[in-house]
């Protein structure tokens, strides 16, 4: 992935701060305005795929809705990625009536998070935010230099970059995993009036509960993994002052069981990679146990001062665990849909028979063919299917729209609904005429419809759409897809070397 700069002030040292990605040539600060504009400037013909658009408050002279008028022609004509800052000014900004200041940071920090929701391969990073906790600024660099910021502030921006950088391509963990005594609430259930109030320490682990509770409406799952009675357990979560229910954990696993085997368990039963969860437990010895035999599993340190905890949680976990870019339908509903998962599982541990479990669930398909209006999800489930992927190709929103535009290129995803719930898009195919043959590039399915003949559907209505041409598919193999190594043999397709198979016309 490579970046570029273009900025009213001297951003070059940030190229330090993110070695890891390469840097096309930066524009000149001084015309960073009209680099948006000029079609044959170094901004437009450069090879980047990421702008960082920064823009210095003090320095800003222009008139904001301009800029963004100029900045949204840009993203039309080229599909780059641009990451904007929230404005803030520096402590050495006078301003004779101090309000002003602050009135022009809240319309000018409103109308930023407006173009940024309007625009999907617009990432935003809060630089307000990053000024109120670190000492960012140096007026040194300043006036040798025209660099605002400090050594700090350069590294903090840069790691807000790589963050969201991060999530734009891989997305977010899945699963957040949580020990229950001295982390979900103070003090052992059963032995200890537990500390769950309105003041002093209970108050850290209620501020704690609602932090967590935040993550589930943003379409992260809740598990347990505690070594505990159960039927007191529930008490802990029926206290008055308890945020988090019993209904708020997709899975728990209460009992005495090693802590390994409770997670390899989840793990299991939502038909996830151990790479989808972040476990949190207050105990050294739990959390070494986990990281030594699962080292797929995130697990951070937990903080010795439980003061801290509150702030650890933000900035440990979730900045660094499950930053979204946006939310999806899908994501809202996650907690419904793996629920979902559970009930049909449940009915198939009946011992009902197998084609009389998939008629009962009544299923629903709809296909959506070159449809923009689910970018994102496409995008989305490139970057997290891994089990039925046959690919395993990662794509961003702006490969999607790319695709969306090649007329050589046709996008099938499909929407799946049964009796138990909408799943919203659960598969995708992309695939790309070749003229002689028509080639899938991107083959892949949600865990969470697999073995309901999904994709016995697809492949139907591949043919509904290129019953004409010869059909190429191609495997590639990775440690979690080998499941689908056979897909193409049982749908008629024949072998022509190691990882590609044909379906002749």
Not at 216 to 237: H, T
Not at 480 to 486: A, I, L, P
Request: charged fraction near 30%; proline fraction near 1%; charge should be neutral.
């Amino acid at each position: 992935m490579k970046l570029q700069i273009a900025s009213n002030i001297n951003m070059d040292s940030l190229r330090y701060y993110l070695k890891e990605y390469s840097f096309e040539k930066s524009c000149s600060y001084g015309n960073y305005v009209i680099d948006l504009v000029d079609k044959n400037s170094i901004l437009y013909k450069s090879n980047s795929d990421v702008v960082i658009f920064f823009i210095d408050m003090d320095e800003f002279n222009e008139d904001i809705d301009g800029v963004l008028s100029h900045l949204e022609r840009f993203l039309q004509n080229t599909n780059k990625i641009v990451i904007l800052n929230t404005l803030c000014s520096s402590p050495f900004y006078i301003d004779t009536f101090l309000h002003q200041t602050l009135k022009k940071e809240i319309q000018y920090n409103n109308k930023l998070l407006e173009f940024a929701k309007k625009h999907q391969n617009v990432l935003l990073f809060d630089l307000l935010k990053l000024s109120k906790k670190y000492n960012i600024f140096d007026d040194r660099y300043w006036y040798t230099a025209r660099i605002k910021f400090s050594k700090i502030g350069f590294e903090v921006i840069a790691d807000e970059i790589k963050r969201l950088l991060k999530a734009y391509k891989y997305g977010s963990k899945k699963v957040l995993i949580l020990d229950m005594d001295n982390t979900l609430w103070g003090g052992v259930i059963g032995e200890d009036e537990i500390k769950l109030a309105n003041d002093g320490i209970g108050k850290i682990f209620l501020d704690f509960q609602k932090k967590i509770k935040k993550l589930k409406e943003f379409g992260i799952l809740l598990s347990v993994c505690s070594k505990n009675n159960y039927d007191d357990a529930m008490q802990g979560l029926e206290h008055p002052n308890s945020i988090l229910k019993e209904n708020d954990f997709i899975v728990k696993k209460i009992n005495w069981n090693d802590k390994v085997s409770n997670i390899k368990s989840i793990a299991n039963e939502l038909n996830l990679g151990l790479n989808s969860f972040v476990f949190i437990d207050d105990s050294p010895v739990e959390r070494e146990l986990v990281k030594t035999v699962l080292p797929e599993v995130e697990v951070p340190e937990f903080p010795k001062d439980i003061y801290n905890l509150n702030r650890w949680f933000v900035e440990s976990v979730v900045e660094r665990y499950f930053s979204k870019i946006s939310l999806t339908k899908e994501d809202i509903k996650k907690q419904e849909q793996y629920e979902a998962k559970l009930k049909r599982d449940a009915l198939m541990k009946n011992g009902i028979d197998y084609e009389d479990f998939l008629k009962s669930l009544d299923i629903k398909l709809t296909f959506y063919i070159n449809d923009d209006r689910f970018v994102q999800r496409y995008a989305q489930m490139t970057q997290k299917t891994n089990q039925f992927n046959l690919t395993t190709k990662r794509y961003t929103i702006n490969d999607i729209k790319n695709f969306l535009q090649d007329a050589k290129t046709t996008i099938i995803a499909v929407e799946y609904k049964d009796k138990f719930a909408n799943e919203g898009i659960i598969g995708l195919v992309i695939l790309i005429d070749k003229a002689e043959f028509i080639e899938i590039d991107t083959f892949l399915l949600s865990c969470r419809v697999l073995k309901r003949n999904v994709e016995k559907a697809i492949f139907k209505k591949i043919d509904e759409l290129f019953g004409d041409k010869d059909i190429i598919g191609i495997y590639k193999p990775t440690k979690k897809n080998m499941q689908v190594k056979d897909l193409y043999l049982q749908f008629g397709f024949e072998k022509i070397d190691e990882n590609k198979f044909i379906k002749r016309r």
